[in-house]
Every structure is written in C-alpha cells, then in structure tokens.
C-alpha cells in the first residue's frame, strides 16, 4: 500500500478508537442512566444518524470542490468541540444537540477518507477500500473493549476519552494529510459534457441509487446491535463488559480475518455482486441464531457470523461507488452512499425501537430476516439498467 493510504489507515483507527468508547454505549446511557424508553432512546440515535446523513452529502461535495484535507479537517473539528462539550454537559437536553453535532462532524469527514482512499491507489480497487474498512473495525475493537470497561468504573470517562482521541486524530490529519497526493482526475470538476456521456452518468448514479436501497436495509437491520439487542442483553443479565467483548470479537475477526476472506474471494466470489450475495445470505442465518439466543455464547456466535457478512458486504458497496463515479464526482459519490449506510443506522434504532415494544424482539429478528429479500433484489437489479444505457451510448456516438 502507498504511504498515503497507511496514514488513513492510521487516522480512521483512532477516529473510529474515538467513537467507538461512545457509539455502542448510546442506547444504554438513555435507557438507563436518563430514564428513557427504547422508543425514546431511537429517536435521539435517529437524529444523530439523520445529521451524519446531510454532514456525508455535504462532506463529498466538499471533497469534490476544496480537497480532502480542508474537507476532513473541518468535520474532525465539529466533531471535536461536540465531544468534549459532551464530556461536561451530558444532562438530556444538551445530549440530543450534541449527539446531533458528533453526527453532523463525523459525516463530513468519512466521504472524504473514502474519496482519497480510492484516489492514492487507484490501482488498488477494492483493496484500498477494504483497507480503510479494517481500519475502522480495528478500532471499534479496541475502542468498543476499553469503552465497557470505562463505563463500569465511571460513565462520564467515555465522553472523556472520546475528547481526547478526537484531538489526537485532528493532529494526525493536519500534520499527516497535508501534502498527500490525490489523482486529480479523480476529483476535479468536469464541464460540459456530451450528450452520451450525460445518459451515462445519469444510468451510474441511478444504478448506485438501487444498490444503496439494499445497502440501507443491511444497515437497518445491522444497527440492532448497537441498540436493542444492547438493551436485550442487559435484560437477560450479560454484563456491560461481556457486550463490550461480543464487539471487540467483530473488530478483531475482521483484523485477523483477512486472509481467510481473500481467499475466498480468489477462489470462489469473484465478482463484487456474488460478495454482496453472500455476504447478504450470511446475514440472514446471523439473525436466525439471534433469535434463539438466551444464552452470552451464542451471541458471540450470532456476532461472528454476522462479522462473516458484513467483511463481504460492506467493502463492495463503496468499491462499486467508485468503479461508478464519474471524474470529478468520487466524493460525491462515496458521500451518497456514506449518506445511505447513515441513513440506516438512523431509521434502524427507531424502527427496531418502535418494533420491539410492540411485537417483542424475536418478531424484530424474524422481522429482518424477511427483508433481506428486498437487498438481494437491489443487487440482482442495480446494473442492469446500466449495461442497457451503454449500449444507447454507443448508439448516439454512432
């Protein structure tokens, strides 16, 4: 890999390290400790999501428009004075505004780690987006395994800790992405195009529009561990530390999982649309054993399998942006679907809310399995009206 992309590899570790002493702790703090319900508790994530949404739109037309480094530094900077105001301020009211900025900052700087990821290596493919994926999963091992363990001694040290690993990302950034090297091609602006280019470019971003219909749904139903399963565990006596531990087991797995993964793709999933298959059927059998789950196990079991998925599904998702994006629209394009897995873990934790105190979890967990369903068919369906468009571009270039 290109010392470029160690050095974001290395920043999305310790923003990730940062976010995660927080991120799976959020449903517990405002369940437990400030007396909402889950209902509640969904709503205020779903706020957090929903600015992280418009902070990834904002963030990759940025990216495309002044750079990644300005882009990044700006977003690191919301996050940071949100956090450590977090940190002595925590009562609810200020918890739902500040929640809202954390989500608005951290949006704006992930498009742009993606965009300059898939633009130092252009070459590389879906290895420098897998890449800068891992890294975000070695830190929410780490941050997720220290967070648990914080928590129980002192709830407002998480605020504390997620601070201070925010400023140290910021110095990375400034000091380490300021002269780094980014294809030109990739992010400057076009101008007039011509008309076959223009059928072309509205068919990619239809199809990234289809494909992000499945990717919402994964999200959806993938957020449920950071919500009401949490609160699900803690109802049948697993303790903070052990919940802490079932995400340090994903982050870890997705580290030392790599090479068995690439294997697998060598061998048998060749193509980007069968790794999103697979990964998708995987998913399906994780919330299957979640539903018969009582027992600290077998959800560590549930959570490996699901870990198995996600290594799949979720490096593919923004390898096809790129593969799609026209010149002078990477970060736009990685942006929407930035924007799109936000918009997941936004709706996610109110709709798994609202359903388990309806209907219980186990119709939740049954809930998901069925509309899995619909992320196979935006998969099946997403480039096919792509390939019907190139051939009415080579038809007008005729």
């Keep these: 890999m ?13 923003n990730v390290t940062g976010a995660s002493f927080l991120w799976p702790l959020n449903t517990i703090f405002i369940h437990q400790e400030l007396g909402k319900s889950l209902s509640v508790a969904g709503l205020v994530l779903m706020l957090n999501a929903g600015a992280g949404v418009i902070g990834n739109l904002v963030g990759g037309r940025l990216f495309d428009r002044i750079g990644g480094y300005k882009t990044i530094l700006l977003g690191i900077s919301i996050t940071m004075v949100s956090a450590f105001t977090l940190a002595f301020y925590h009562s609810w009211i200020y918890y739902v505004v500040l929640m809202v900025g954390i989500g608005f900052g951290s ?7 993606y965009a300059m990821a898939g633009s130092v290596w252009p070459e590389g493919g879906r290895k420098a987006f897998n890449s800068i994926y891992v890294a975000q999963n070695l830190g929410v091992a780490v941050g997720a395994a220290l967070g648990g363990r914080v928590a129980s001694i002192r709830f407002d040290y998480v605020f504390y800790a997620n601070g201070f690993l925010y400023i140290l990302f910021f110095l990375i950034a400034f000091f380490g992405f300021k002269n780094m090297k980014v294809d030109r091609s990739e992010t400057r602006q076009t101008s007039i195009l011509e008309q076959g280019v223009m059928i072309e ?162 119709a939740l967990f049954y809930g998901l399995i069925v509309i899995f369903l619909i992320s196979f068919l935006s998969t099946y369906l997403y480039d096919r009206h792509l390939q019907e468009t190139v051939v009415e571009k080579q038809v007008h270039a005729s």
């Design 201 to 362: 470019n509205k068919a990619r971003f239809k199809a990234l529009l289809i494909l992000c219909i499945g990717f919402i749904i994964c999200w959806m139903a993938f957020v449920q561990w950071q919500t009401t399963i949490s609160v699900h565990t803690q109802s049948l006596g697993i303790s903070l530390s052990q919940y802490s531990l079932i995400w340090t087991v994903n982050g870890a797995l997705i580290v030392l999982g790599q090479p068995l993964i690439s294997l697998l793709i060598k061998k048998w999933i060749h193509t980007l649309k069968g790794q999103i298959y697979f990964g998708l059927a995987v998913f399906m059998v994780s919330f299957f054993i979640l539903a018969q789950a009582e027992v600290f196990m077998i959800f560590v079991v549930a959570m490996i399998i699901l870990t198995i998925g996600e290594m799949f599904v979720w490096p593919a998702v923004p390898t096809i942006a790129h593969q799609l994006a026209p010149k002078g629209k990477a970060g736009f394009y990685q942006g929407v679907v930035n924007s799109v897995a936000t918009g997941g873990r936004m709706i996610g934790p109110f709709f798994g809310g609202v359903v388990v105190d309806l209907f219980g979890m186990q």
């Design 2 to 14: 290109p010392k470029a992309l160690w050095l974001l590899v290395i920043g999305m570790v310790i």
């Design 107 to 113: 949006g704006v700087t992930f498009p742009s780690m």
